[in-house]
């Protein structure tokens, strides 16, 4: 039953707050407004023309992309002040206002859909622009395939290929890549092209190896010194400035390689690709462990990215396996990368729309499984501390694959988009991170906060009597009400707060008398046709005109007073 805005009984009528305790209050919500509004470094810079032809392509494909799950791991009254991408966004702030000096790294695991490179490569792109390079990072000494680009690989000959993927299981150890390469010739041969790159790392196995010597520009830089101890080892060196091209020699066959880290010594991103054909987490759980928890604080990630959970979805569907062990294998796998990386953040990318394929009587009939994965995966992702990011929804959900064929961008498969449509699933995964970073408030210390969020609740009850707001715009507090320019500022603190729901008007979370406030009085009734509370917006000093601001600070002061009208409605009749 709604409490209506009535006195109590025998109440005499709040008296009105003094005017110094509304000017410390309306200091407080200040103060919350600058913490919770977005920060000038997280501000987004303008799409460039190829992001704008994406964002086109996929609009056309009815892709409208999702929001990122970026749970909160700390909270400061009703606010939060710090979520589990944390890690990853105060390192972006680093690049951004020129506090890093160093390169901040993704690891991104997944299948062919990483392996094939387009999506990361617009992540990759989209994310360099902004924050700068920070070199190839993590390179294949060949590619997986007789086929393919070399973007991530170098130009090699002399070279067989084992990967976690495979059907037979290989006697070869895996690390962190899931892919060795071993030479099957006297003298096999790598060569990377460099682009300002100053350091880099040779993961190798001290296997029955020969040496393995690097060269720079045609001269020599290290060898390594096999000792067939059978442990992993990796090689650090050093790059002379201005160099152009890097190469290594297996002098013998039977020579394992895991891979070649290439970076700047600058700030900028870097994005290591760890994709293999045909993977699902129970065969990346065939690596080595220790092995992989190694190379991976080795390379020091502040973000790690999984996508999987369409071969999961296959397999299920062909009784390949079950339900539990797909939970079992995806939640094993996340606890052994993010365990590896403590202080890193994390993130789950759901699988893309899965149909049954060609052969099929019904070829885009989804897959029954799909929906049971995504799930799967986001209940995984949240309880173990990742964010999570729904790949099917932002792609547009139930017969995106369809839509996606219908303009060419499917293989004949009708499992792995191909061109353009890998790098609109690349422009849709890096938005949401993107707008997740910019939409992530920088909090003020949890301290201060606190103190700011006690003074603005105060003590005094206030009148909720219907105030005349002459100065108040229409906000689109309540349904019909256009858009005010005060609207994205409160907006901005309510959503922070994560006090408005999906439902008409102002929802506060949790069991709530009062279901909505507004700052116009003649629209007091919520859709129910339960009251709404008037509330008078704060007197603005004159130095503050932005109308985002403005709105930040009424949204604060809003709060306030839905969370004070809900704590002290024993001061309100029940009709």
């Excluded at 509304?22 to 919350?32: D, K, S, T, V, Y």
């Excluded at 059978?230 to 152009?244: I, R, S, T, W």
């Excluded at 191909?418 to 699933?425: E, T």
């Excluded at 102002?506 to 046709?529: E, H, I, N």
Aim: charged letters at 20%; one cysteine or more.
């Amino acid at each position: 039953m709604a409490f209506r805005p009535a006195a109590a009984a025998g109440s005499p009528p709040p008296a009105e707050a003094p005017q110094e305790a509304r000017q410390e209050r309306l200091a407080a919500a200040q103060f919350i407004a600058r913490a919770l509004a977005p920060a000038d470094s997280r501000r987004l810079t303008e799409h460039s023309a190829e992001e704008q032809e994406l964002r086109r392509l996929a609009a056309s494909l009815h892709a409208p992309g999702a929001h990122l799950e970026n749970p909160c791991l700390e909270r400061t009254g009703p606010f939060c002040t710090r979520t589990v991408l944390e890690p990853f966004f105060s390192a972006l702030d680093g690049l951004r206002t020129g506090q890093t000096s160093s390169p901040v790294k993704i690891a991104a695991f997944g299948n062919s859909l990483i392996a094939g490179d387009r999506i990361v490569d617009i992540v990759r792109e989209q994310f360099v622009r902004r924050f700068g390079d920070g070199g190839r990072g993590l390179l294949l000494i060949d590619r997986l395939a007789p086929y393919g680009p070399r973007t991530r690989t170098g130009t090699a000959d002399g070279w067989a290929v084992h990967t976690v993927g495979e059907l037979k299981e290989s006697s070869w150890p895996f690390g962190l890549s899931g892919v060795v390469h071993v030479s099957n010739q006297p003298r096999a041969r790598s060569r990377f092209s460099l682009s300002g790159e100053s350091r880099g790392t040779l993961f190798w196995l001290d296997q029955n190896p020969g040496p393995v010597e690097l060269r720079v520009d045609g001269h020599p830089l290290l060898q390594t010194e096999p000792r067939n101890e059978g442990q992993h080892q990796q090689a650090d060196f050093m790059l002379p400035a201005g160099a152009k091209t890097l190469e290594l020699i297996a002098h013998q066959r039977g020579t394992a390689l895991q891979g070649l880290a290439l970076d700047k010594s600058g700030p900028g991103i870097i994005l290591d690709t760890l994709g293999v054909p045909s993977a699902d987490a129970s065969l990346f759980l065939r690596a080595d462990a220790a092995m992989v928890a190694d190379q991976l604080r080795a390379r020091a990630p502040s973000l790690v990215l999984v996508m999987l959970g369409g071969n999961e979805v296959k397999r299920l569907q062909w009784k390949r396996s079950t339900s539990s062990q797909v939970e079992r294998d995806l939640r094993r796998f996340l606890q052994r990368v993010t365990r590896a990386t403590p202080n890193a953040a994390c993130l789950v990318v759901g699988p893309v729309d899965a149909v049954l394929g060609p052969e099929a009587t019904q070829p885009f009939q989804q897959r029954e499984h799909l929906d049971e994965v995504i799930d799967m995966e986001r209940e995984i992702a949240l309880e173990e501390g990742c964010a999570f990011f729904d790949m099917f929804t932002a792609m547009g959900g139930t017969g995106a694959i369809q839509r996606f064929h219908t303009q060419g961008l499917m293989h004949e498969d009708l499992v792995h988009p191909k061109g353009r449509g890998l790098d609109v699933l690349g422009a849709l995964l890096a938005d949401g991170l993107l707008r997740s970073w910019e939409d992530t408030p920088r909090t003020e210390p949890s301290a201060a906060l606190a103190r700011a969020w006690a003074t603005l609740l105060g003590v005094e009850l206030l009148s909720h009597g219907a105030h005349p707001t002459p100065q108040a715009r229409g906000v689109a507090l309540l349904p019909g009400e256009p858009e005010g320019p005060w609207t994205a500022g409160i907006r901005r603190v309510l959503d922070t707060a994560r006090t408005r729901g999906p439902s008409p008007g102002l929802s506060l979370a949790g069991p709530s008398s009062l279901k909505c406030a507004t700052l116009v009085p003649r629209l007091g009734m919520a859709a129910d046709g339960s009251g709404c509370l008037p509330v008078t917006p704060p007197p603005f000093p004159a130095g503050l005109q932005d109308p985002f601001q403005r709105g930040s600070v009424v949204g604060a002061w809003l709060l306030a007073e839905l969370v004070r009208y809900d704590t002290l409605a024993s001061a309100w009749q029940v009709p």
